[in-house]
Antibody, heavy 121, light 106 residues
Framework: QVQLQQSGAELAKPGSSVKISCKAS????????ISWIKQTTGQGLEYIGY????????NYNEKFKGKATLTVDKSSSTAFMQLSSLTPDDSAVYYC??????????????WGQGVMVTVSS | DIVLTQSPALAVSLGQRATISCRAS??????MHWYQQKSGQQPKLLIY???NLASGVPARFSGSGSGTDFTFTIDPVEADDIATYYC?????????FGSGTKLEIK
């Protein structure tokens, strides 16, 4: 069965960076892109961007350019997201999700369990 | 960015029908998808392409609409359906989500 297993919770200081992971199993990793989504109580669900797991090509929501960097390691079927120059506004739950396309658009058919990132001094 | 507007909450009796709406700020054609998120869990895909049931999802769930107005229905509502439901559009970049509708049981 398809699974996306994310790394554990992070506590980081303002100005630092964190790198969270998303390990895929149960399907051919390079056949589907991986997306990342931010969830906060105030802003709800926000799409960060996606990575082409075959080529490593990326696409970012303008809002997250310079904040998030998406990478992939095909050998371990793992996608990564690095968040840099952290501020308290980056405190959130971050999900990875498998990006799927069928006729009527792109959607997320499987999600990881989420990683809580807390930014505090 | 396309803004998706949902009502914050809906209270329905068990066994009755729940109807959740999502209005887009501009046409998204049929590129609308619905997710269920239970407390403490990740979202789960229920409907894609406005009206297509995702794999393994009970037929009690359905979706309809096109353009700017979309409806998600649960009929009949069961106790396990307590959750927040989100719409998401993929017509334009960036993909955007509605703010969610919390389903409560009367």
């Amino acid at each position: 069965q398809v699974q996306l297993q994310q790394s554990g919770a992070e506590l980081a200081k303002p100005g630092s960076s964190v790198k969270i992971s998303c390990k895929a199993s149960g399907y051919t990793f390079t056949s589907y892109y991986i997306s990342w989504i931010k969830q906060t109580t105030g802003q709800g669900l926000e799409y960060i961007g996606y990575i082409n797991t075959g080529s490593g090509g990326t696409n970012y929501n303008e809002k997250f350019k310079g904040k998030a960097t998406l990478t992939v390691d095909k050998s371990s079927s793992t996608a990564f997201m690095q968040l840099s120059s952290l501020t308290p506004d980056d405190s959130a739950v971050y999900y990875c999700a498998r990006w799927r396309y069928r006729g009527a658009g792109y959607y997320f058919d499987y999600w990881g369990q989420g990683v809580m990132v807390t930014v505090s001094s | 960015d396309i803004v998706l507007t949902q009502s914050p909450a809906l209270a329905v009796s068990l066994g009755q029908r729940a109807t959740i709406s999502c209005r887009a700020s501009e046409s998204v054609r049929s590129s609308m998808h619905w997710y269920q998120q239970k407390s403490g869990q990740q979202p789960k895909l229920l409907i894609y392409g406005a009206s297509n049931l995702a794999s393994g999802v009970p037929a009690r769930f359905s979706g309809s609409g096109s353009g700017t107005d979309f409806t998600f229905t649960i009929d009949p509502v069961e106790a396990d359906d307590i959750a927040t439901y989100y719409c998401q559009q993929s017509r334009n970049d960036p993909l955007t989500f509605g703010s969610g509708t919390k389903l409560e049981i009367k």
